[in-house]
């Protein structure tokens, strides 16, 4: 099982930029791939990035890729989003998850964090 905690949002003006933090608990991390999600209000919760276990491999949602970063640091048991360009529409809680499977899989992420809130202002 894995604890995670999220960190780094709030309000920026569109442009600007910010970096998400994802901590985990527990040894184990590094088993697992890691994602971001997102949900707007009155929205339902959407894929935003993704990353291998070992960072080799991410995959991005077409609306953030070029302006967002997935990167992880198993060391420490961490796994960021860098935002850059941001825009309103980006305005969301983002969350992270973690996925026991493997990368070529079909993704079921079985643990979540509580989220971080991301305003944008125009």
């Known amino acids: 099982q894995v604890q995670l905690v999220e960190s780094g949002g709030g309000l920026v003006q569109a442009g600007g930029s910010l970096r998400l933090s994802c901590a985990a608990s527990?040894?184990?991390?590094?088993?697992?791939?890691m994602g971001w999600f997102r949900q707007a209000p009155g929205k339902e919760r959407e894929f935003v990035a993704a990353?291998?276990?070992?960072?080799?491999?991410?995959d991005y949602t077409d609306s953030v890729k070029g302006r967002f970063t997935i990167s992880r640091t198993n060391i420490k048991n961490t796994v960021y989003l860098q935002m850059n360009s941001l825009k309103p529409v980006d305005t969301s809680v983002y969350y992270c998850a973690a996925d026991p499977g493997t990368w070529g899989a079909s993704r079921e992420y079985d643990y979540w964090g509580q989220g971080t809130q991301v305003t944008v202002s125009s």
């Open positions: 527990g040894r184990t991390f590094s088993r697992y791939v």
């Open positions: 990353i291998s276990r070992s960072g080799g491999y991410t």
